[in-house]
């Protein structure tokens, strides 16, 4: 099963690029019509998860995936799941 990865330790005290990473991601999933993406905001604080939810719970960007799962033996990452 194909599966896109984006990991934001490297930029996770920058917003713009937080964002624009998260927008192209969910581009490239549509694109080549890939049903998971994992996104790995880290452990830490759990402020970058929060920023990650908070995006994924924008009505537009809710809108063009089916469900999040929470791994729940890994805090520091979920999946996206697209519908195409």
Not at 30 to 44: D, L, M, N, S
């Amino acid at each position: 099963m194909a599966r896109l990865k984006l990991d934001l330790h490297a930029i996770f005290n920058q917003g713009r690029q937080i964002e624009q990473a998260l927008q192209q991601v969910f581009d490239d999933a549509e694109e080549k019509r890939i049903r998971t993406v994992e996104i790995i905001p880290g452990k830490g604080s759990g402020q970058l998860k929060k920023r990650v939810l908070k995006f994924l719970e924008r009505p537009e960007i809710k809108a063009r995936y089916h469900r999040i799962e929470k791994d729940s033996k890994n805090f520091g990452r979920l999946f996206v799941h697209f519908r195409h």
